[in-house]
């Protein structure tokens, strides 16, 4: 089956989920969970298969990383997937709720997009949040992962397919594409797929939105920065950048740059590098840090390492920090160190980034630790979703209107007047 097909197939399925109940949903995310820990030794299997043939081809480390899918990360996606089926039902919810005049009742009501296509790395947990939380919202999904994960996506796929369609999902509910021209293909595909979410590089994301009709909600790359303000307390600003740039390195919400006050270098800096490279961090600086400690200055200060790297700059104040953040980050995640409540508000309000942080590390940017169950990525942008997109991203909603015959020529002659009242009331259907 080609990418058309495909996508015909999955604007069928996607119409007869917008009518699902809420207990297919939840039985279809139960059984999903369910056969991912039964076939827990075969998925594994399957990934070590991946991982051979790109320790052979020579992929990087850090997306060697992202490529293991091991028992452990089985258990975390099962996790979310339990979490996610214990949000309240998405679909349907009263948004609002207006009388036009007394019998003229008008809802704005959530609903399903329809079709969405996701392009992501070689991540296979990606796969298993982007498909159930598409199933919790409603919608069809169309899949294409990094090629290095091929085996793993396909056995992840089948089985979520299957568990799902076993529940009450329609076929063709979900399709994993695997080629290049595939995605070529789902480009073109504006009259089935209604949203598209490319996951990877700033320059990824914009080919995608140059050579596409369709809507494109982007997940660019993660240059995220932990800023220490003059007066940030030592061992908080130690441990936050140590957890923000190592807990784990192969993610988009790891700092990858670290801006110093000026006026805390004295006390900050050396005891920073120390604890970084403690944990095997390798650093590069401005010409000033580098002077004090002797590193490879920073040639791009838009650099997503996603690995034991991070870049250290010194600034003269909070107003250079947020002038660099805005400057060179990606707009995913900052966050400021500072017992200064009015120096925190400044910096939240001025960095312009979908995510941002007081006293907290970059790490907690993400679906699942926001509770919303798990995510589809990180939107960068600003328009319909932006930071990380969980259920609500994955709606929209649409107008119901409830009459009892009315005419708007009536309004029209002023026989009638509109009342528009609130009425703070549930849509009957």
Not at 237 to 262: G, P, R, W
Not at 394 to 415: C, I, M, N
């Amino acid at each position: 089956m080609n990418a058309r097909e495909m996508a015909h197939q999955a604007r069928y399925a996607a119409r007869q989920m917008m009518a699902l109940d809420s207990e297919i949903k939840a039985s279809a995310l139960n059984n999903i969970a369910a056969a991912l820990l039964e076939h827990e030794a075969a998925i594994v299997q399957a990934n070590q298969l991946d991982l051979d043939r790109s320790m052979q081809e020579g992929l990087a480390t850090p997306l060697l990383k992202r490529l293991k899918f091991d028992v452990a990360k089985i258990k975390d996606v099962v996790a979310g997937i339990n979490s996610l089926n214990d949000l309240p039902e998405p679909v349907g919810q009263t948004l609002l709720s207006t009388e036009l005049e007394p019998g003229l009742e008008l809802y704005r009501v959530s609903c399903p997009i329809g079709v969405i296509g996701v392009i992501f790395e070689s991540r296979p947990d990606a796969l298993v949040q982007i498909s159930t939380l598409c199933l919790k919202t409603g919608n069809a999904i169309l899949l294409k992962g990094g090629s290095e994960a091929i085996a793993t996506n396909r056995i992840l796929a089948d089985i979520i397919a299957n568990a799902g369609i076993a529940a009450g999902m329609p076929e063709g509910w979900l399709h994993l594409l695997e080629t290049r021209a595939d995605v070529n293909s789902l480009l073109e595909l504006d009259d089935d797929v209604d949203l598209l979410i490319p996951r990877g590089s700033n320059e990824f994301v914009r080919y995608i939105m140059d050579h596409t009709r369709i809507p494109v909600l982007g997940h660019a790359d993660g240059v995220c920065h932990l800023y220490l303000a003059e007066d940030a307390e030592e061992q908080m600003a130690i441990s936050l950048a140590v957890d923000s740039k190592t807990q784990y390195v192969a993610v988009c919400n790891a700092a990858e740059t670290i801006l110093i006050d000026a006026k805390a270098v004295d006390r900050l800096l050396l005891p920073l590098v120390d604890a970084l490279k403690a944990r095997g961090v390798e650093i590069f600086g401005d010409e000033k840090v580098c002077q004090k400690i002797g590193c490879q200055m920073v040639t791009d200060w838009h650099t997503e390492y996603l690995d034991y790297k991070v870049s250290l700059k010194i600034v003269d104040d909070l107003d250079a920090a947020v002038e660099h953040i805005n400057r060179y980050g990606s707009g995913h995640t900052e966050s400021i160190v500072t017992p200064d409540a009015n120096q925190a508000r400044r910096f939240m309000l001025m960095a312009d980034a979908g995510n941002v942080f007081w006293n907290a590390s970059t790490r907690f940017s993400d679906g699942f630790r926001y509770g919303f169950g798990a995510e589809v990525g990180v939107s960068t942008g600003k328009i319909h979703a932006r930071g990380p997109v969980g259920v609500e991203g994955l709606l929209t909603y649409k107008y119901k209107l409830f009459g009892h015959g009315q005419r708007v020529a009536d309004f029209s002659s002023g026989e009638k007047a509109y009342t528009h009242r609130s009425i703070n009331r549930q849509s009957p259907f």
